[in-house]
């Protein structure tokens, strides 16, 4: 009888557990709350100064690109300084690539001896953010790259990219699956709490995704074991966040949606994100460029303004996603004097407004031309990014209060249709240069 009750209880357990197991993770609060992270692409190829993909892009043997063992030395990279960035923005979370598609890593592994230990540099860049980030209370989430263009055990001979890298032998694709394992349980067991891992570079194993055929996870070339992987992180750190930037739908086993250069759902991303489906059921993140591109590039000054980079933020809240901003280091480890000015000033927007973004859900319209709409219990904030007109109707999902400008120095004029219970907001006068918002209650 007892045995019986016990079976019941762990069933009713299960069952909980597989309908709300991943609603139930506490660390899905941190990062549905935080809205506001900054990426972080640094690596050898900082050296060259075109960008991460450089490697492939063009044509490196191996062996000659290699070389930048000798040469990388990020001596006055200083963890400090990104994560005091980070936080001048009023970001809460920084992304940084462990390991990118060139396969080097930027930690003491003992899987590879292609990593920072053997550079002239010669410290673990990992340990250092790590540290500062456990001591400023900035989660660190660890970008991990699948695809692999130095090893000779990744497939390359199925894969769409690196393709003039030299490589002739095609080794045993089992071996690079222990290799992520292995260097995987390095990262979640020697640096403390790790908040997160995203993962990159599925699609060097699928179709083109503007090929036209329907891309899924299915068709893949190799098999992952992302369940065995997934399994292996959570074991390891229970509540490490797994997001997978494959461009597809969620995969059972992680825990949050990644955009790459594309709100969700808005598939403008030049076919990025062509096939990708919104989930409902886990925090979005979207990640962008600060300029163009990821990694350090000399040539590229097309840096967003300050401006352009809060519409972004603004826009992910509306949608219930955050931002994920990225900075690509100089070969000195510091960051551009341009990305720190535009973060600092960012930070005096979000030190301002961040109560109408920081916890908020996304609105009950999604993003609009004008603008967009987040909330939080049962106040709206209706952020006015671009005036089209001089009023602005919306139906709310309560009775409406009260309504007022946060941030305009005039009285709001506002009405309520009694039949279509519509309100009407007159948008006159001067409006704020960078986002007027309407608190309603
Ligand atoms: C792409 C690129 C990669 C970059 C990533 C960031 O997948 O391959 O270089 O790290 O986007 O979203």
């Excluded at 900035?138 to 497939?155: F, P, Q």
């Excluded at 694709?173 to 260097?183: D, E, G, H, V």
Aim: glycine share 8%; with cysteine; aromatic share 12%.
């Amino acid at each position: 009888m007892m045995m019986k009750k016990i079976i019941c209880l762990f069933s009713a357990m299960m069952l909980t557990f597989s309908l709300f197991g991943q609603a139930q993770k506490p660390s899905m609060k941190w990062l549905e709350e935080a809205r506001f992270g900054m990426f972080v692409h640094f690596g050898p190829y900082a050296v060259l100064g075109n960008g991460e993909w450089v490697m492939n892009n063009q044509g490196f043997t191996v062996q000659d690109y290699h070389k930048l063992q000798g040469i990388f030395n990020p001596h006055l990279f200083d963890a400090k300084q990104w994560v005091d960035a980070a936080k001048s923005a009023g970001m809460k979370y920084i992304t940084f690539t462990s390991r990118h598609h060139d396969s080097f890593s930027n930690w003491d592994t003992k899987q590879s001896d292609w990593n920072i230990m053997n550079t002239p540099y010669g410290k673990d860049l990992v340990r250092q953010l790590a540290d500062e980030c456990h001591k400023e209370g900035i989660k660190l989430v660890l970008y991990y790259s699948l695809l692999d263009w130095s090893r000779n055990d990744y497939s390359y001979t199925t894969g769409r990219t690196g393709q003039k890298t030299g490589r002739t032998v095609q080794e045993d694709w089992m071996s690079y699956i222990r290799f992520m394992k292995a260097q995987l349980t390095e990262l979640l067991t020697n640096y403390g709490e790790i908040a997160g891992i995203w993962f990159d570079g599925e699609w060097d194993q699928l179709p083109s995704e503007k090929s036209g055929v329907a891309v899924t996870h299915e068709i893949s070339k190799v098999d992952w074991h992302f369940g065995e992987i997934y399994d292996l992180i959570h074991r390891l750190q229970p509540n490490c966040m797994i997001a997978n930037n494959h461009h597809l739908a969620p995969l059972p086993g992680e825990d949050y949606q990644a955009f790459e250069k594309d709100l969700p759902g808005e598939n403008t991303g030049g076919g990025f994100s062509a096939n990708q489906k919104v989930t409902t059921k886990l925090p979005l993140e979207t990640c962008e460029t600060m300029n163009n591109t990821w990694g350090y590039n000399l040539k590229d000054n097309n840096f967003k303004t300050p401006k352009q980079i809060v519409h972004l933020l603004v826009r992910a809240a509306g949608y219930g996603a955050n931002l994920l901003l990225n900075v690509g280091p100089k070969p000195t480890g510091q960051l551009e004097d341009v990305a720190i000015a535009r973060l600092l000033e960012v930070g005096k927007w979000t030190s301002t407004y961040g109560e109408t973004i920081y916890g908020t859900k996304g609105g009950f319209v999604k993003p609009q031309s004008w603008g967009a709409i987040t909330q939080k219990d049962k106040v709206y904030y209706v952020h006015i990014l671009n005036k089209e007109a001089d009023q602005l109707t919306l139906t709310f999902p309560h009775k409406v209060q009260s309504a007022k400008w946060l941030n305009v120095d005039s009285k709001l004029a506002w009405k309520q249709d009694k039949k279509t219970g519509n309100v009407t907001f007159t948008l006159n006068g001067a409006l704020d240069d960078i986002d007027s918002i309407i608190e309603v209650k």
